[in-house]
């Protein structure tokens, strides 16, 4: 069965990947659909409404993996549709959140047709979140450890490490066969190891691990603020796209959807702009609290990415090294997931800083305590 989820979200993953590349695109060649981003909200919307999928995300995926309230079916073509309405539009999110979320249903569909007991549905639920998470990005080791790490429940991380490990390996042959490209940054200048520059990597783990904390803390005051002022979701949407808009005409298309070009700017050109973490934040918060779907990981690597390679540079780092040392800490910062930030720096970097990235992510996660996107 971790065979088959790993197939089909392979599949499914693969799909995906290459829908939101291609309305990113299509984003990217026509400028004036960012107008439409209201527009595109409230079809949004209307379709978690009309499924009764409200409220729905990736938190009830990760409590139903617990052995809470189960993941709605149909919570797989909603979220589908409203991460391309999310990208093609212009917001501020990601594919790889709402994977975690499309994993979840595919992997209770399973649950369903093959009748499992609570044991086996927590086994399915965990197969799914790797499998489609490496489907959409690439680092199969990191997702499934991050899977295991993220549900935080030793009797479930036993019993589902080899059967997730089965699927995530699976589902990357599969997205790969299919054309799917693994993420992967090449990290220039990695410096000594020494006790200074390692002290200098605290440092710029810590004050990213701060910044983390702010991050989640904005989004859930985001929308409670929001739900308060708006009761209505449809009101509420549409608000926050008109917000996007404006945000878009005073300071570019940098910051919409995931970011991940502006990511691979700071790795291959050493370019960032000083001000970019505290804008993608921005454009993050209003996006997610006001309703839009997708989700807050590349959001959150873009964040790191840019604090680093803009605080690397002050204490003598390259911007590379400073971006990939940033990326992993922010990482372990919002999903308190320290060691799957390990071990994707390792997937997404090479084995030259692990060292680095490793420190940064154990710091981050002690620095930030538990505040996390995951609030439940």
Not at 152 to 169: C, H, Q
Not at 210 to 231: D, H, N, P, Q, T
Request: charged share 15%; net charge positive; with cysteine.
């Amino acid at each position: 069965m971790s065979a088959l989820i790993g197939a089909v979200c392979g599949i499914i993953g693969a799909f995906f990947a290459k829908s939101i590349g291609f309305v990113t695109d299509l984003r990217e060649a026509n400028g004036f659909l960012v107008y439409l981003l209201p527009i595109g909200g409230l079809v949004s919307v209307g379709l978690y409404k009309l499924t009764k999928n409200e409220g729905v995300g990736t938190i009830r995926v990760l409590e139903s993996a617990r052995g809470g309230e189960k993941t709605p079916i149909l919570l797989m073509p909603v979220i589908f549709a409203a991460s391309v309405i999310t990208h093609l539009f212009g917001g501020s999110a990601c594919k790889e959140g709402a994977a975690l979320q499309i994993g979840g249903a595919v992997a209770e569909a399973a649950s369903k047709i093959t009748r499992a007991d609570e044991k086996k549905h927590s086994v399915y639920l965990i197969c799914g979140m790797a499998a489609l998470f490496t489907a959409v990005f690439g680092p199969p080791f990191g997702a499934w450890i991050f899977a295991l790490e993220v549900v935080v429940l030793k009797k479930a991380i036993i019993i589902s490490a080899v059967p997730a490990l089965v699927s995530s390996i699976i589902a990357n042959i599969v997205s790969v066969a299919i054309g799917v490209v693994p993420e992967k940054f090449e990290v220039h200048s990695v410096p000594d190891i020494g006790f200074a520059v390692i002290g200098k990597a605290l440092l710029i783990s810590a004050v990213i691990a701060a910044v983390s904390m702010i991050f989640c803390y904005l989004l859930r005051g985001g929308e409670e603020i929001l739900e308060k002022l708006f009761k209505n979701p449809f009101i509420r949407i549409s608000a926050g796209g008109c917000v996007v808009i404006v945000l878009t005409l005073v300071f570019g298309t940098d910051y919409n959807g995931g970011g991940m070009g502006i990511i691979e700017r700071i790795f291959e050109e050493g370019i960032v702009k000083p001000e970019a973490f505290l804008l993608k934040m921005i454009f993050t918060v209003i996006t997610v609290s006001s309703g839009y779907r997708g989700g807050e990981i590349v959001p959150s690597l873009f964040i790191g990415s840019t604090l680093g390679g803009t605080l690397s540079p002050l204490l003598g780092l390259s911007p590379a090294f400073g971006a990939a040392t940033g990326m992993i800490a922010f990482f372990s910062g919002v999903t308190n997931c320290p060691v799957a930030s390990a071990v994707i720096s390792m997937e997404l970097f090479g084995m030259e800083g692990f060292l680095f990235f490793a420190v940064a992510a154990f710091v981050a996660r002690l620095v930030s305590g538990k505040k996390s996107l995951y609030t439940k």
